[in-house]
């Protein structure tokens, strides 16, 4: 008994063992390993095309692996459609390009899945929506689309879409890449929060303050490879390994 | 440092060139010698042929009257289709029963009215029972052979109706099998994939004609002797059929056009297929190809004047018939203005309330 507690306790959140993942001929993801304890914040940092979003899209099936495992959660990702779902409630999923849907409104984006997927009554589906709005500070726009937003707005409500499914983990993919300078900060901001509150996170992202103020510890991936992986004053401080080093010189430079 | 004060140019009125009727004139016709010559050469041209057609279809025209007799003004002999008018609208329907079409039509009006309502509660509701329900309650009122109603053959039903009939059905069946279709064509499982597309691009390959040649000649050829299928229901799922498969490459169209974003979003929330497919990727591809899909809705309410060659009397085929009357004859030209107008005011509507529908459902993206 006192074991199972034990074990519990120590579930990691997600776990990736020796997963490998193809394009056809091209091999993408090379022997992957990592763990992601709960509660645990990871900022996954590297040059384009190192295939660091495609290991996060692998996690909630949005990418198939062909080698390997990945553990979600204690459910281990197969072709299980059940599996698929189950480990989609538990993880939630912010984009670059947001991703909203254009037909619905602000609200209605937000109750959809928990309507749908949750079977919440719609009531109690928009007071949880209207809470997360409010969290990340734009309960005032729930009657207007996606499109009448500007873009640091709209990836807020994508934030709030995904925590009304109320996930144990969050997959953020290059959030503020598309943004423009000024929007940045007001989404960094909620995902400080976020961060404060204690969600496990999982963050591909080039923000470097934000890796250094919140991440538990920063991911170096090169060439489908995890390279590096250190507590973030070791990581920007002392960078190991030569790839790490070089790619810390070019962002930092300016 | 004194700060420098900016103050706004004020407005100025435009030259006066350019506004009122005469500034409109200089602007768009007469902006220089061969444009003032096109605007005459075009006024010409309207003059020699729209003022001999107003004068043939109103002025000099005959409305009231029997007879050929009673046409004497030299204009066009409207009477002829006053005269007509009935067996235009219902076919050979048997007079007494024929107000079992105008209930129809009246219910059918009325039951449309809510729905352009915007504050009616069951919106929803109503456009089921529209859907799903009237057709029901239409076949019985037009067959009859049940609730005291005498049972109408299908080979009576005709002209306007009959064409009514085979759109409204068409439309209605076509487009949930069209998008069936479509998804089934973007499929990821091979067999669906490949039977829908062997679907779609058989009946697209074949003429309408063929179709219901097929449908009306060919078919009980092939059936177990003795088996009795009506004739205007073979008609039927010959247009449904080759309809639908039309409507799948226009749905298809508006699914290509969804970013990867959209379905990759509607996954990362646990949505099911059927349930991403019905309430995100649907609903926005369905708006996008709102255009081709009433294009579709009025190529299929033209074709349904293909019927005449199988022997079912539609609009067209009933004029046609009425123009081989010896009575009449010599008046074919009101015949087809009269069909062309009919046809060009349902097709007109189609088409402006898909252009209001685009407006309301546009969200600004």
Known sequence: MAEDVAKTNERMAVEIIGMHKWYGEFHVLKNINLEVKPGERIVVCGPSGSGKSTMIRCINRLEEHQRGKIIVDGIELTNDIKNIDQIRREVGMCFQHFNLFPHLTVLENCCLAPIWVRKMPRKEAEEVAMKYLERVKIPDQATKYPGQLSGGQQQRVAIARSLCMNPRIMLFDEPTSALDPEMIKEVLDVMVELAESGMTMLCVTHEMGFAKTVADSVIFMDGGEIIESNKPEEFFNNPQHERTQLFLSQILQH | ?365
């Open chain 2, 1 to 365: 440092m004194a700060v420098i004060q900016h103050t706004p140019h004020e407005d100025l009125p435009p030259p006066v060139s350019q506004t009122g009727i005469i500034g409109w004139l200089r602007q768009n016709l007469f902006s220089n010698w061969l444009n003032s010559l096109l605007t005459l050469l075009a006024i010409f041209i309207l003059w020699k042929t729209v003022v001999p057609l107003v004068e043939w279809a109103f002025i000099k025209a005959d409305w009231i009257g029997t007879s050929r007799d009673d046409c004497d003004s030299g204009g066009a002999c409207w009477v002829f289709v006053s005269v007509r008018f009935k067996q235009f609208m219902y076919g050979l329907y048997p007079e007494a029963e024929q107000w079992r079409i105008n209930f129809m039509a009246i219910l059918f009006v009325l039951l449309m009215i809510p729905m352009f309502i915007k504050s009616f509660p069951w919106k929803k509701w109503l456009g089921m029972f529209i859907l799903f329900g009237f057709p029901i309650v239409g076949f019985y009122l037009l067959s009859g052979g049940a609730f005291g109603l005498e049972h109408v053959e299908t080979s009576l039903w005709g002209g306007l109706t009959l064409t009514l009939v085979l759109s409204a059905v068409g439309i209605v069946a076509a487009l949930p099998l069209g998008i069936l279709l479509a998804l089934g064509r973007r499929s990821e499982m091979p067999i669906v994939r490949a039977l829908s597309v062997a679907f779609i691009e058989l009946w697209r390959g074949v003429p309408l004609i063929t179709v219901l040649f097929m449908a009306s000649v060919m078919l009980p050829l092939f059936l177990p002797e003795g088996t009795q299928f009506d004739k205007l229901l073979r008609a039927l799922i010959g247009i449904v059929m080759f309809q639908s498969a039309y409507m799948a490459e226009v749905v298809r169209g508006g699914l290509q056009a969804i970013p990867k974003g959209q379905y990759e979003a509607a996954e990362a929330l646990g949505l099911s297929y059927w349930k991403s497919m019905g309430l995100i990727i649907l609903p926005q591809a369905l708006k996008l190809v709102i255009p081709g899909i009433v294009n579709t809705f009025i190529a299929l309410f033209k074709d349904t004047t293909l019927v005449l060659i199988i022997g079912l009397f539609d609009l067209l085929a009933m004029i046609q018939s009425a123009t081989q009357d010896t009575k009449w004859l010599g008046f074919s030209i009101e015949g087809y203005v009269f069909a062309a107008v009919t046809f060009w005011i349902f097709c007109f509507g189609m088409s402006r309330y898909s252009q209001a529908l685009e407006r309301k459902l546009h969200t600004g993206h």
